[in-house]
DNA sequence: AGACATGTTGCTCA
DNA sequence: ATGAGCAACATGTC
């Protein structure tokens, strides 16, 4: 499920939640999962509990929640950093606080009004946290955002050179230098920027780059206001909101129509991925 | 039954 | 050394 925008909305759901009673009574871990790989649920218990939740911030498809417990005669104060991947299944869901943990229900942190879960059947999500007043590194060295002044034309255009041979499909993956783009990102962005999929990344005309640029910091605008809504507001669910003028409700199953020429859409494997394009718009040159 | 899945990583080979 | 391609990860659904 998750990409940039995904994050973001599950990040909110969490936090409209945790605002409401900060406090950590009761936590829940599957300990031996591969989820704690990089995160031993022990400390991370240890660490958290009966602390209350501050701020949390979503960055490409990384979400970071802030907790803090004050100190107390046998103990000192602690920050802790909680990160969460959701990898290809996770998600981030709030239940009331008597919330029985489910099979995939890898981490819960109970309050006294919601239980905050994270579940992901598949595990290719990840669990990170630290302790400490300084950030994470798994935190500060995220490229910088799509909608961030760095992400320039200029930087894509020399990412794209470096890359020159890769199709621009797998390109646009590497989060090295388009954090939070996944699978349908990709494919939306290059079908408003009308590029083949597998056209060579260094055989981009400089005004295609300069488009390819322009519809990455559109698209990921318009995706976080629709799927995570603008200001406080969070829609009921993910996804409900687009439009029906996106590839994305179009480029799931077989048989799909462009929305813009009306002519069948294609799927094939580019980049190591299903993708989606519209061969009426989008084509390979030279 | 078999194909497929909105992600990342670690390995091979050029 | 750097970049490209691909299997592997673990489980559910169509």
């Known amino acids: 499920m998750p990409e940039l925008a995904e994050a973001e909305f599950f990040r909110k759901r969490w936090h409209q939640a945790a605002l409401r009673s900060p406090r950590i009574l009761r936590i829940h871990t599957h300990d031996d999962k591969k989820l704690f790989r990089t995160a031993p649920a022990a400390a991370l218990r240890a660490a958290l509990i009966h602390s209350s939740y501050s701020t949390s911030a979503a960055a490409a498809k990384q979400i970071l929640f802030r907790f803090q417990r004050p100190a107390i005669a046998t103990a000192p ?113 290059l079908w408003r920027a009308a590029i083949h999929p597998a056209q060579p990344a260094g055989t981009l005309q400089p005004a295609e780059v300069k488009k390819l640029w322009r519809e990455c910091r559109a698209v990921a605008r318009l995706a976080l206001n629709t799927i995570a809504g603008r200001g406080d507001d969070l829609p009921a669910d993910l996804n409900i909101a687009i439009p029906d003028t996106w590839l994305f409700n179009h480029r799931w199953g077989k048989g799909g129509h462009c929305p813009k020429t009306n002519k069948p859409l294609a799927r094939a494997e580019i980049g190591g991925r299903t993708t989606c394009w519209s061969p009426a718009r989008q084509k390979l040159h030279a």
């Open 77 to 189: 104060a602690i920050e802790s950093w909680l990160g969460i991947h959701l990898g290809m299944t996770g998600e981030l869901s709030v239940f009331e606080p008597r919330h029985i943990p489910r099979k995939h229900d890898h981490l819960i942190l109970y309050t006294s009004t919601h239980a905050l879960v994270f579940s992901d059947p598949r595990m290719f999500g990840r669990i990170q946290f630290q302790s400490g007043s300084t950030a994470p590194t798994w935190w500060t060295q995220i490229a910088p955002a799509l909608l961030s002044t760095a992400f320039s034309d200029k930087v894509v255009a020399a990412f794209l050179n470096r890359r020159a041979r890769a199709p621009i499909k797998a390109v646009l993956l590497m989060q090295e230098r388009f954090p939070g783009i996944g699978n349908w990102m990709a494919d939306e962005i």
